[in-house]
């Protein structure tokens, strides 16, 4: 069973993910957890810098090919010029979204 992270939340048609955007790092990737508890955010490093908005594509980007889903479905709902995000993933479960980043965190 893939271990329950608060950052994940069903709401109707998907889930939301709180994330904490690193831009300007060396590569986009998965970082780890910043926070604990309900605070919790899935830590991203993204290659784009935090300029004119290309940090905000580049992880509408990584979330869409990290669950497998089209740009279409990754929509930013609050945090765009903020580090901390929450995006709305559609037709996403709970459960798929808990075992893909179980599986990514795990790897690190």
Same mark, same amino acid.
């Given at each position: 069973m893939a271990p329950s992270? /608060?950052?994940v939340r069903a709401t109707v048609g998907g889930i939301t993910l709180a994330?904490? /955007? !690193?831009p300007g790092a060396k590569k986009t990737a998965i970082t780890g957890i910043y926070g604990e508890g309900a =605070?919790? !955010?899935l830590k991203i490093a993204l290659h784009a810098p935090p300029i004119e908005g290309r940090a905000n594509e580049a992880l509408i980007a990584f979330l869409a090919d990290t669950f497998s889903l089209s740009r279409n479905s990754v929509e930013l709902?609050?945090?765009e010029i903020s580090r901390s995000k929450v995006f709305l993933l559609r037709s996403v =479960? =709970?459960?798929q979204a808990q075992r893909r980043l179980a599986l990514l965190l795990r790897s690190d």
């Open positions: 992270y /608060a950052f994330v904490r /955007a !690193q =605070t919790a !955010q709902i609050s945090g =479960t =709970t459960e």
